[in-house]
Nanobody, 124 residues
């Protein structure tokens, strides 16, 4: 608990952009891969983006590819997700997660630490 904390979620008009932030701890930064997931009402949590422990490799879900950027600043224990050209279907609670990479980007079970989430609402 308390290892990850997200912020930056807000109400945004469709077509807009925002930056989500995730602050971690010594335990979650340094040698763990990190990712963003999201969960819309009534739906399962789904993978959004992944970044390696060094930040040198990234991977995106098709739904956000080309309009999102994940990056991290390990020295400050911060990870970010920039989202642009937002759509109403991007509305969800966004979670950051950390875990040791095992070959899967989108398996929730591969992540040991989760934040509490931050709400993103895209209005039409």
């Amino acid at each position: 608990q308390g290892q990850l904390r997200e912020s930056g979620g807000r109400l945004v008009p469709a077509g807009g952009s925002l930056r989500l932030s995730c602050v971690g701890s010594d335990r979650t930064f340094g040698d763990m891969a990190m990712a963003w997931f999201r969960q819309a009402p009534g739906k399962e949590r789904e993978f959004v983006a992944w970044i390696s422990w060094s930040g040198g490799a990234t991977y995106y879900a098709e739904s956000v590819k080309g309009r999102s950027t994940i990056f991290r600043v390990n020295a400050k224990m911060l990870m970010f997700l920039d989202l642009s050209m937002l759509k109403t279907e991007d509305t969800a609670v966004y979670y950051c997660a950390a875990g040791y990479f095992s070959g899967s980007y989108d398996d929730l079970g591969d992540y040991d630490y989760w934040g509490q989430g931050t709400q993103v609402t895209v209005s039409s």
